[in-house]
């Protein structure tokens, strides 16, 4: 049995004091949210915290806010379940509840969260494995070990993006506020990550993130998202395809397309997705020319699962499926 390590547990129950705890516990203190990924990775020592903020108790980080015509505010805490369940979320931004509803299990969306979900840690096959594992191979880049075993002339890591509602949230033009001692800030989320398997993300190691907002939905925007996994029951996405587009009288006038599971951030394609705006949306000539400018741009590694030819070929299909999916 993989046990965790020792460490000490706080509950703040305001985000004034829990951002007070991280800056005065500094790098060897983390936030846990629902803890479906930072306690595997702790018992694995991927993670090693000896300070834990726990973000439960914090009330005010928790629900969806807002309506379609002016934009949501989700907090950070709100449950993947509630997330996939809000009414108000379905019928605004239905990609966002679908994304969530492929997340891994019922139990772990009832306990993950959104912020979490963004916060979420890169994958490989040589780093989501136990400490005896990666001890027994010398470790790698990532943490204690020398050699990246993906691309071992390389000097960085190239662990995958892997969270599900990363990709939805950047081609829908979502933001995030990331809260410190030093006051708030925004951002966009596509500006939330970075091409880096071990810093991937653009937030400061003192900072929570406390809320994302949704923009505006008048009606114009449509949204999809598909996802690749060995398993549809549970398994993190091999490869994921969020599209969005303004369509005003079936022509496209604003598109994005995000791809997950094929870097170290979610990639924006949005270059492909411009070459259907000011074409019908059900203009299959453009929605090929687009999948197939978009699959070049998502280029995976052999770090996670199925064969690496194979997943190229799956990427243009899928951003075929999504696209086809807003018509
Ligand atoms: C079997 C299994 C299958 C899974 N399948 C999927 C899947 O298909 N798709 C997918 O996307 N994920 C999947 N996951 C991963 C995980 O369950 C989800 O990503 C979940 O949303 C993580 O949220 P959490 O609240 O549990 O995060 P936590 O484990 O609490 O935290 C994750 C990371 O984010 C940081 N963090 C959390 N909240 C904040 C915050 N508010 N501010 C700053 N930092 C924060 C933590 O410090 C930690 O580093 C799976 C996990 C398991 C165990
Ligand atoms: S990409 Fe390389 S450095 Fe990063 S986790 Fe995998 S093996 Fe380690």
Known sequence: MMRLPRFQYFAPRTVADAAALLAEHGPNASVVAGGTDLWPNMKRRQ????????????????????????GFAVGAMTSLSDLENDAAIAAAWPALGRAAR???TPPLRNMGTLGGNLCLDTRCNYWDQ?????????????????????????????????SDTAPV????????????????????????????????????????????HLPAQDGSWRASYRKLRRRESFDFPVLGV??????????????RIVITGAGSRPHDASSAAALLVGKRIDDRDAVVEAAERAARIAKPLDNTDFALGWRKEMARHHVTAALTDLA
């Open 130 to 162: 136990t400490f005896e594992w990666r001890k027994s191979i010398d470790f790698c880049l990532k943490r204690d070990g020398k050699v990246c075993w993906v691309a071992p002339g390389s000097a960085r890591c190239w662990a995958v993006s892997s």
């Open 102 to 104: 492929l997340i891994s």
């Open 242 to 255: 969020a599209a969005a587009a303004r369509i005003v009288d079936g022509v496209v006038t604003e598109a």
């Open 47 to 70: 993670q090693t915290p000896t300070r834990v903020i726990g973000l439960r108790g914090v009330s005010a980080l928790r629900g969806v806010h807002g309506a379609p015509a002016s």
């Open 169 to 212: 949230l950047s081609a829908i033009g979502a933001e995030v506020t990331l809260a410190s001692v030093d006051g708030e800030r925004r951002i966009a989320v596509r500006d939330l990550f970075r091409d880096d398997g071990i810093e991937y993300l653009n937030k400061r190691s003192n900072e929570i993130l406390t809320a994302i």
